[in-house]
Nanobody
Framework: QVQLVESGGGLVQAGGSLRLSCAAS????????MGWFRQAPGKERELVAC????????YYADSVKGRSTISRDNSMNTVYLQMNSLKPEDTAVYYC????????????????WGQGTQVTVSS
């Protein structure tokens, strides 16, 4: 099973940018679909973006579309989430997760999760 470790979170002012990274262990990383999710206090966890095993297909939630880019480097076993023009409502714990389905925007398909990284956007 792939182990996932997120990094790159922090405190940023509104309008700023952050790049989250998710490093994966295990040989099968390049066969997994990957996703970034977030959970704000008092709210349900939601999909932010996902990327297919090959990196050729991506999907974004409407709330981040046009402001965020998901990418992956299978040679480095890493998936990234570049977030620009951050807003206070982007404040949340961000999680990366993997699915054996190679690509899915259904959170229920993801069965392997990292520990999360906090993103706080100040106004």
């Amino acid at each position: 099973q792939v182990q996932l470790v997120e990094s790159g979170g922090g405190l940023v002012q509104a309008g700023g940018s952050l790049r989250l990274s998710c490093a994966a262990s295990g040989r099968a990383f390049s066969t997994y679909g990957m996703g970034w999710f977030r959970q704000a206090p008092g709210k349900e966890r939601e999909l932010v973006a996902c990327i297919s095993w090959s990196g050729l297909s991506t999907y974004y939630a409407d709330s981040v579309k046009g402001r965020s880019t998901i990418s992956r480097d299978n040679s480095m076993n890493t998936v990234y989430l570049q977030m620009n023009s951050l807003k206070p409502e982007d404040t949340a714990v961000y999680y990366c997760a993997s699915t054996a389905r190679r690509w899915s925007w259904d959170m229920r398909a993801y069965d392997n999760w990292g520990q999360g990284t906090q993103v706080t956007v100040s106004s």
